[in-house]
Every structure is written in structure tokens, then in C-alpha cells.
């Protein structure tokens, strides 16, 4: 089983704790329980937790405290604060927005819906630890500060793209307060050309039952799959009957699944939740490409050089082993750049390297880093990745720049470029070098 990632629970209800680490531990989470106020914070400084859920059953005043305490000050540390036990009321759930909660559950807490919904934290977590580490690292290789995450524009009106009608469009008014900008599409084919076309900050899909959601399920998948769009906010509405159950589209790729008619509070957290996290990925993925400077560039490519990207890598397997955090390294090999420079010259393989380091690095994630490592091939970085799942995406990458003709500089024909791969995983006793080397020798 894949280790999805470290957790630590608090709240009164012991019991209640335990069963639910039991049932996050079976699903590859590490998990630690505390009690009380000055435990959290310690096991916080001590344990390096990625995801800290707070269960308000019982412990109302307290677990509010808790998560306000956490938002506002040094503990929290990127840390997201997921609260669970709250009541289906504007108190709560308002509540744990103004408390700064990256995510809060209502009661019955649905496990399934859950789980579903602390995966994506867990990615936030990895590009803030990131950002956290290369920007260190930087300053080590003596670049300027990186860009700062700053709250400029949080007040912005909200571009929301609903799939839906006048009626979902007032609710979301509603919900919002009217600090929002609504984009109707009237099915979901329309709203995947719209979708085409420019960004949106969430995407809202009132199931028509009449349709049945089938079209709305297969759009959320298809959005998972673009990597435009794999990370924009899904709400989507569904009144009751209209899906097969709960985690079905959870499974096809939505961030909440809400029952139709549904509260304006209940839909306003959704939205202001989900929002929020997805403008920080935007933050925290321009501050970690504003370490990107001099010192750290590779001169061909503009990219990072190999002896920042190796260092990471060593700075990553440091902290590695404490935490029980996966990494995977894969090389793409194209030899092709070779045979380009034999033919036409030293202008056009340089040109086409150029490109080449700028489609890998596009195509990867944000927290993800990449390097030219040799003439004709790149070396990623995939921190808090299984080997399986980089598996897929890279093979995905590497099968898209095969089928993709370059223009290249003073070259009068199409070139295209057979791409091989390699990948290695962190195993105990890996340093940079080691687990680099492994992967070189295990191209394709």
C-alpha cells in the first residue's frame, strides 16, 4: 500500500479518535492522537504532521481555539487544519472559515467522502514544503529572496463557471454574498469549450435529473485528465437519487459532491474553501518558480541546473526517512538530440534541448523539479510521489513529446523525438547520488 501521508488527530473523544485512526491507518495515512491544547502544538514541533484534523464533538470551544491558533500563528506552519464534527449551521460552518480551516466535515462523517476529500490537502502540504526547501536551498546557492505568499487579492470576486441555470445562479449569489462573477453554461459539452477558453476559480454543475449525470461525471473526469484543468475546484449539486452514491463522484474526480437543494452556508463554505486553496496553489506555485534564478539556471535551458535539482534531492532525503516520505526519480533519454546535431548543426539540437526542457517542465507539477542532466536527457524530481503513480504520468509525458513534432530552428522539416524512460524510489540507504544513478540505469 501506498503511504499517503502523516496525520495527527485531536479532540475529546478518544474513542471516537482511535477508530478513525484505525481507519486512516488501513488506508496508508500514519497517524498520531493527542488530546489537548499544549499536546497538539507539541506533537506539531516533534512529529512534522502534514494534515492536523481537529473532531469538534464534545470539544466545540476548544477545537475552534485550536484551528484560529494554528491559522494565525507560527505553529501552523503550512500545515492544513482539517475540522471534523461540526453541526450543518452557520455557526459552524462560518465558523470554521473565519478559524481558517482547510477543510471541515459535518456530522455524519461520511469515511469514504473523507478520505477522498484529505487527498488533495495532502498535495498542498508537499508544494508548501517544497516552496519551504527550495527556498532555502537557493539562498544556500546564493539567489535573492523568492516571491513572498502574500493575501493580496483574496477579496477578489470569485469567477465561478456554473453548469446550470438562473436558479443555481442566485443561490450562489446568495451563498457568496454577491462577491462573485457567474459564467453560465447550459450542459456540460458548452461548458467544456468555455472551459477551453479561459480560467476559472471553481466550477459549479447542477446535475439535471432529466439528463441523469452521466455527461457532468464523464466532464469532471475528463477535466482530471488535462493538465490545464486537474487541479480547478468541482461542486457538484445532485438532488437526491441522481447518483449512484456518495463517493461515486468523488471517484471521477469532484471536490464535493452536495445534495440539491442545498443551504447557502453549506454551499458557501464548499466554495470559499475549495477557492481559497486553489489561489494559494497559484501563490505557492509563483513563489516557488521565483527561485529560479542565476545561480541555480541551467545556461542552455533556463531551467534549474543539475547540481540544485541533485541538491534537493540530498536536502529531501534528509528529512526523508523520519517522516516515511516516497520519492521517485525519472530520466527521459532522447537520443534523437544527437542525431539532430549530426545533421543540422549545433543551433537547431540546442534549440530543439531548449524546447524539449520546456515541455517536461510544463508538464509536470508545480512542486515537481527538473534538470537537463546530459546532452539528451532530463532528470524529475517527484517528491512524495509512489513510483507506480509517477510511473503513469511520466510515461504519459514522455508518450505525448513522441507524438509531437518539433519546429526547430533553421530546420526545414518536422523532427520528432522517441522519448525512453527511467525511474528508481527511494529505498533506505539512498543518497542523491545513488538513487540517480539507479534510475539512469533503469532507462527504457
Known sequence: MNRMGNVLMAGADVARLDSLAGFLGGNGFTVATCGGATPIFEEIRENRPELVVIDL?????AGFQWAREMAGGKEKAGVPVVLIGAAPSVGHLDGALDAGAAETFTEPLDREEFLARLRPLLRVATMSAELSRRTGLARRFGCGPAADLGTDGDDRPYDILLVGDKEEENLINEALGGNCATTISPDPS???????????DACVMAVDSGNGSEPYLDLCSRMRDNPRLFNLPVVMLAPPGALTGKPEPYRMGA??????PVRPELLRNSLVTLVTRQRRRWEIRKAIEATLQGPVMDTLTGGYNFDFLKANIDDFIDTAGLLRRELT??????PQVSHVR???GDVAADDLIRQLSVWITRMVRAE???ARYGEYDFCAFLPDTPMDEARFVMERIASIISYTDFAITEVYQPISVPVEVGFSELIPGDDAETLIKRAHSNLD
Do not use: V
Open 342 to 344: 549530426h545533421l543540422f
Open 57 to 61: 464533538l464534545g470539544n466545540q470551544t
Open 368 to 370: 515537481d523539479m527538473t
Open 329 to 334: 526519480i525519472a530520466f527521459f533519454l532522447i
Open 255 to 260: 471536490s464535493r459532491s452536495l445534495e440539491s
Open 190 to 200: 458548452t461548458a467544456e469549450e468555455t472551459l477551453s477558453e479561459r480560467f476559472f
